[in-house]
């Protein structure tokens, strides 16, 4: 029997560069055959040698144009083809990922506020932190902001909050510290509230907001719930103050705060009507107390209550006399525009005073600023920007246990917490190494599962990198790409791939937004100085229109306000 041979499946012959071509590519006015091939070509080919014949060797890099290239009418000559410059390739998207593995959205669907765009797709980048979390792409709304001085910190959260104003969300800046959003409100029409030298506002820090007005409309059960959650935040903000001042108040202190809390406001006597009160109030209670108070307490007599409360008494009373005297010891004269799509508490006047009494007003405006929002009813978000946070941080522990609190609350509340700063030590600043505060400021940055960082020196890349778990090439983006150029951030979305995000502003916007307004008016715009000495930095006159920002906007300022709103 014999065994016939194995057939050989024969290799099919390869495709010529013309039918490769064909698959992918519009072959209109693209040669596909050799020159050599081409009846046109003389018989000694454009690349030959002089002397060379035919059927000698001959160059790889033929010439396949005159020397001077095409000539097209109208266009003079061009080195390559018109057809070859743009071709139009033709393939599925399978294969154009293949050939284009690196050019890919960025996942970020196009809703909410358009910022700028991503750099390495080219596609608008869109921000909506609340609709982040409703797709799952973060567990919470929270963004922090890092960057050094002059890099965009300032214009890109303005130019966020401006842009969400279209989408009903509305934003109060708890503390500006140094004025930087002044311009905008002022541009949209609002006035906002400067606290400090020479300005007439006063903020009750006790203040009970819209509550006292609804009081008689809810019922024992909500009266109750309502009055506990007030004298808990009430008690957390004034052994917060005490903190500050240098006195650690024990559990019995904050026992005996509550309870003069809850005798000033009224709600001992069977939740008829609640009474406004102060911290002066507090104060006086404290060093004159009732009879019945301190029996209540517990305590063996009047003695051993004033000896007991003696230096939280002395604490909160430096509040009344010391550096923030009047300023928040007194009734709330103003009221806020709750309609507004923006609410400003001005600090810049508080400057002279001093860091601790901008960290004790930072301290009071986020304790004042989150009961009321938390008593609003009309469902809205908020962004609420915490510029340089950790000044009210360094205030003590339960400074910085409040601020986690409000981190932790944002979903239920239906905020959007923005902490701005400039690098991750400024946590570190908050306390001893090693202490409670550190750990808890450090565990913030959890809480904020957006990351905005712009550009940063070569050692603060290093803290962000271990901070943030950050990859060498993003990295690489914050101490490279960001430094060379404003508004420009590595976006950072939980654990996701950081993006190249591309802040851009319309020539309105970067006049509102200008920071360095101040810088430019200097005296070299004014006559020379006869002394010969050096330029003098002169004040910006603020004008009706919206403040020396809007002075090189162009049109009127109705119009302007058009264009933001």
Not at 237 to 263: C, F, I, K, N, W
Request: proline share 7%.
């Amino acid at each position: 029997m014999s065994i016939s041979p194995r057939r050989r499946r024969r290799r099919p012959p390869p495709r010529s560069t013309g039918e490769l071509l064909a698959q992918f590519t519009d072959l209109d006015g693209i040669p596909v055959t050799r020159p050599d091939s081409n009846p046109a070509v003389p018989a000694r080919a454009a690349g030959e040698r002089p002397g060379r014949r035919s059927g000698g060797r001959q160059r790889v890099n033929q010439a396949t144009a005159p020397a001077q290239g095409p000539r097209e009418p109208g266009r003079g000559w061009a080195a390559v083809d018109a057809s070859r410059r743009a071709p139009i390739y033709r393939a599925t998207t399978a294969e154009v990922g293949g050939l284009f593995p690196l050019l890919a959205s960025n996942g970020v669907p196009a809703i909410g506020a358009r910022l700028g765009y991503d750099t390495q797709s080219g596609g608008a980048f869109y921000v909506h932190p609340t609709e982040w979390v409703l797709r799952q792409m973060v567990t919470n709304p929270n963004l922090v902001v890092f960057g050094e001085p002059g890099r965009g910190k300032s214009s890109s959260v303005v130019a966020l909050m401006l842009r969400m104003m279209l989408f009903g969300v509305r934003s109060l800046i708890s503390g500006d510290v140094k004025g930087e959003y002044t311009p905008l409100l002022r541009s949209l029409g609002i006035t906002p509230i400067a606290l400090g030298r020479g300005s007439p506002h006063r903020l009750n820090a006790l203040d009970l907001g819209p509550i006292r007005a609804r009081w008689a409309g809810w019922g024992v059960e909500r009266q109750r719930e309502e009055l506990t959650g007030i004298t808990a935040r009430w008690t957390r903000l004034l052994t917060a103050l005490a903190e500050a001042q240098g006195y650690d108040p024990t559990v019995t202190d904050e026992l005996v705060l509550s309870t003069v809390l809850t005798r000033l406001v009224g709600a001992s006597d069977g939740y008829t009507e609640l009474r406004p009160i102060t911290i002066p109030q507090v104060v006086a209670q404290l060093a004159a107390p009732t009879d019945d108070l301190w029996r209540e307490l517990r305590f063996a007599d009047r003695r051993q209550f004033l000896d007991h409360t003696r230096q939280i008494t002395d604490a909160l009373s430096n509040l009344v006399v010391g550096p923030l005297a009047g300023l928040f010891d007194e009734p709330t004269n103003f009221d806020l525009d709750w309609d507004a799509p923006v609410q400003s508490m001005d600090l810049s006047l508080l400057r002279s005073r001093g860091d601790q009494a901008i960290a004790v007003a930072l301290t009071c405006l986020g304790s004042w600023s989150s009961m009321i929002t938390d008593l609003q009813d009309d469902g809205d978000v908020r962004i609420v920007v915490r510029d340089e946070v950790w000044r009210q941080m360094r205030l003590g522990l339960r400074a910085v246990q409040a601020v986690d609190s409000d981190l932790r609350l944002s979903r239920a509340e239906r905020k959007i917490q923005l902490l701005v700063m400039h690098k991750p030590s400024d946590l570190l600043s908050v306390g001893a190494a090693g202490s409670q505060e550190v750990s808890i400021a450090k565990d913030l940055l959890a809480l904020c599962s957006t990351r905005i960082l712009l550009g940063q020196s070569t050692r603060v890349g290093d803290e962000l990198a271990d901070e943030l778990g950050l990859s060498e090439r993003e990295q690489a983006v914050i101490t490279g790409w960001a430094m060379e150029g404003q508004g420009r951030a590595l976006w950072k979305l939980e654990n996701r791939p950081g993006m190249k995000i591309q802040t851009v502003l319309s020539a309105t916007e970067r006049a509102i937004f200008d920071t360095n307004a101040g810088l430019r008016a200097t005296a070299l715009d004014q006559p020379a100085d006869p002394t010969g000495g050096r330029p003098r930095l002169v004040a910006v006159p603020a004008t009706a229109g919206g403040g020396p920002a809007l002075a090189g906007a162009g049109g009127d300022p109705a119009r302007r306000n058009g264009t933001h709103r």
